[in-house]
């Protein structure tokens, strides 16, 4: 961490962006796209996930690994909490699965 700071990256930073130039500078908006376009060039893939579709399963991935609406929000960045909720809180099989198994332990079967 310290040595990251003696960079004048501070991950604790809401302003700290995740991708940077090595001088903390933010690349060009298409950098992201450009990078994952290498990358498919190089290993030809049946499914090309667009970086939201990263951001989506990322999400999907913590609400599935129990993060609470509070968290994902936050870790996201959104102002509204409903944003939140309206466009990446569905629900996963395995969350159905659990629901039902949290309420047949409750119920004492």
């Known amino acids: 961490m310290k040595i990251m700071l003696l960079h004048g990256y501070n991950s604790k930073s809401p302003q700290q962006f995740l991708f940077t130039t090595k001088e903390n500078k933010l690349y060009y908006p298409q950098a992201v796209n450009d990078w994952l376009n290498w990358i498919y060039k190089k290993t030809p893939m049946d499914v090309k996930i667009t970086p939201h579709g990263f951001r989506h399963t990322h999400c ?50």
């Open 60 to 109: 999907s991935l913590l609400f599935e690994s129990g993060a609470s609406i509070k968290e994902v929000q936050e870790r996201l960045g959104h102002k509204d909490i409903k944003t939140t909720m309206n466009i990446y809180a569905h629900v996963t099989p395995k969350s159905i699965k659990e629901t039902g198994d949290r309420f047949a332990k409750f119920m004492g079967e």
